[in-house]
């Protein structure tokens, strides 16, 4: 079973930057990060494919958070600019191990999970 170890988290006023890591224990296809606010349901953030050539992301973060990866090492990393309040929550790390493909944004569409690191960030 791959397991997936995301770091990073922590809290940031408004308008800062924070960068999360999330490293698998062996390779990977497509990968991405959910979120989780208190009192609601976990939400799609943003996903990569294997391949880094697909990448989707959530309408509220466009512009501000990217995703990249570094295949060889087996890590995906969260770039998180001009952090909003609204952006607090556990931030969990998602891979999908078994089939290499384009869907990025459902839950459904990855088998292994993080446990999770806070993000918070204050006003």
């Known amino acids: 079973q791959v397991q997936l170890v995301e770091s990073g988290g922590g809290t940031v006023q408004a308008g800062g930057s924070l960068r999360l890591t999330c490293a698998a224990s062996?390779?990977?296809?497509?990968m991405g990060w959910f979120r989780q606010a208190p009192g609601k349901e976990r939400e799609f953030v943003i996903g990569?494919?294997?391949?880094?050539?697909?990448?989707a992301s959530a309408d509220s973060v466009k512009g501000r958070f990217t995703i990249s990866r570094d295949v060889a090492k087996n890590t995906v990393y969260l770039q998180m600019n001009s952090l909003k309040p609204e952006d607090t929550g556990v931030y969990y790390c998602?891979?999908?191990?078994?089939?290499?493909?384009?869907?990025?944004?459902?839950?459904?569409?990855?088998?292994?999970w993080g446990q999770g690191t806070q993000v918070t960030v204050s006003s």
């Open positions: 990569i494919s294997w391949t880094g050539a697909h990448t």
């Open positions: 998602a891979g999908q191990t078994k089939v290499a493909m384009n869907r990025l944004t459902s839950e459904h569409d990855y088998n292994v």
């Open positions: 062996r390779q990977t296809f497509s």
